[in-house]
């Protein structure tokens, strides 16, 4: 694993890569949401108790679990980070970090939309809910730390120790709901007894989920290609720099007494 991250960390080889992949995820992610949305909005029933409500789930549950995927992701880059200590982890992790809070985020709002006509108010404290504000809180804090160090690798490591943290709350997210009891309806796919949503509503929440999915691959590919650029170019002003220096340095032994 890690003679691949040497492998990626070459910025022209990474460019080489990523550049055909990226209109290939976007255009997967465009068509995929245009049909989603059409199946989502008008091919998929309203739900028996839960009426046209229901229809936000299309949107809040690929973004819950787009949210999850991503933060493990971010705490695979970060142990990559701190056991190689190699860049490569620490820029993929900066990548997946803000996109990752968003859906979150995303998350936390389209929960509350769904959740006010259902249980007759915007928040409660239950498990689920409150352990997906906690993974949104560890997103904004391994932003916080990465970026709050006048040395980049010092808030790198302090980043990936937060990040590796707070994949405990991991599993609490996703078995919340069979822990305890919650308000939250339990799972409906990813469960032992096998899936417990009908297919008119499956296959639209697949269709919305393969286009998050893509969407999240382009905008990462996106972010690491402009992180690698950008210390390309600091790598490329600090050599300037000494090599200026070196003559001025030499010139004042030479004058010196």
């Not at 409906?188 to 999915?213: E, T």
């Amino acid at each position: 694993m890690a003679g691949f991250f040497d492998f990626m960390a070459n910025p022209t080889r990474f460019q080489a890569i990523a550049k055909p992949l990226r209109p290939f995820c976007l255009a997967l992610a465009v068509m995929c949401f245009a049909y989603g949305l059409y199946l989502s909005l008008f091919a998929s029933p309203a739900d028996y108790q839960q009426g046209e409500a229901v229809r936000i789930m299309y949107v809040h549950v690929p973004a819950a679990w787009i949210g999850l995927s991503s933060y493990l992701g971010l705490g695979i880059c970060a142990l990559f980070y701190l056991v190689w200590r190699h860049p490569l982890g620490d820029i993929a992790a900066r990548a997946i970090a803000p996109i990752g809070a968003g859906f979150a985020g995303i998350t936390l709002v389209t929960g509350s939309l769904w959740g006010y006509p259902i249980w007759g108010t915007w928040w409660v404290w239950d498990a689920r809910l409150t352990s997906m504000l906690v993974l949104f809180f560890f997103f904004i804090g391994y932003i916080a730390l990465a970026n709050g160090f006048e040395r980049r690798e010092r808030g790198a490591r302090m980043a990936a120790i937060l990040a590796l943290v707070g994949c405990v709350n991991l599993p609490i997210v996703k078995f919340s709901v069979d822990w305890w009891h919650t308000l939250h309806q339990p799972a409906s796919i990813l469960r032992s007894g096998g899936v417990a949503i009908d297919s008119s509503m499956l296959w639209p929440l697949m269709v919305m989920f393969a286009g998050f999915q893509a969407f999240f691959i382009w905008i990462v590919l996106h972010r690491m290609g402009w992180i690698l650029a950008e210390r390309r170019l600091e790598a490329r002003l600090h050599q300037s720099k000494r090599a200026h220096q070196k003559p001025s340095e030499e010139q004042n032994r030479k004058l010196a007494p």
